[in-house]
């Protein structure tokens, strides 16, 4: 079964502060692909990445970043300069081959507030 | 590019009552989920839909509930016999069909409240 474990529940950062988002998969899959949403306040999940499991180059988006590591099963997200509103709940999410039903599953989310 | 859509926002009913709850997702996306979000957990899978046929039902998804799909467009979401643990986020989500590399596109969500 697939399993995605985010330990951290909440995080606090002073604003400019750098902050790194855990996320740890398990999966039987060999190709499969992970995600990263993030929740505002506002509840709408908002689509950030995806990555397949054949692509382990990171990415830089902006202040964003991720670090994609199949030998330790890890998919974190780091916030560079972190500001007031990347407040937010953050969801690590993966999916097997076909994204459908129960083979696409949410973490439990990280709660990131940026104080400023 | 119009996102996916729910409606109502807010839903707020009493123990017993039916309640319904519309998607419209993006309309050139083929398949369509449907989530239940509690405080401080992520979503879990409920039912998802490739085109008009409902293709898979999680356990989590009692008799009380029903979803459909009708023309492949917009879909609802029923619940009966409302009881107090039915309080939860309604996440619909929408994605174009094939591999697991599509996204999902979420909507703002209902907050159904039972009083």
């Known amino acids: 079964a697939q399993k995605v474990t985010q330990a951290q529940t909440e995080i606090s950062v002073v604003e400019k502060e750098d902050v790194t988002l855990d996320c740890v998969y398990e999966?039987?899959?060999?190709?499969?692909?992970l995600f990263w949403y993030k929740q505002p306040p506002s509840g709408e999940l908002v689509f950030l990445i995806r990555?397949?499991?054949?692509?382990?180059q990171n990415e830089i988006s902006g202040r964003y970043s991720w670090n994609f590591q199949k030998s330790t099963s890890s998919f974190n997200f780091t916030i560079t300069a972190s500001q007031v509103v990347d407040s937010a709940v953050y969801f690590c999410a993966l999916s097997g081959p076909d994204n459908y039903g129960q083979n696409f599953v949410f973490g439990p989310g990280t709660r990131l507030s940026v104080l400023p | 590019d119009t996102g996916v859509s729910q409606n109502p926002r807010h839903k707020i009913t009493k123990r017993g009552q039916n309640v319904t709850f519309r998607c419209d997702p993006i309309?050139?996306?083929?398949?369509l989920y449907w989530y239940r979000q509690t405080l401080g957990q992520g979503p879990e899978f409920l039912t998802y839909?490739?085109?008009?046929?409902?293709?898979?039902k999680s356990r989590l998804l009692s008799d009380r509930f029903s979803a459909e799909r009708p023309k492949g467009s917009f879909s609802t979401l029923e619940i009966q016999r409302t009881e107090q643990g039915d309080s939860a986020m309604y996440l619909c989500?929408?994605?174009?069909?094939?591999?697991?590399?599509?996204?999902?596109?979420f909507g703002d969500g209902t907050r159904l409240s039972i009083l």
């Open positions: 999966t039987r899959d060999t190709t499969y692909y």
């Open positions: 309309s050139e996306h083929n398949r």
């Open positions: 839909f490739q085109n008009e046929a409902q293709l898979e």
């Open positions: 990555r397949n499991s054949f692509d382990e």
């Open positions: 989500a929408s994605s174009l069909g094939g591999t697991g590399s599509q996204p999902q596109h």
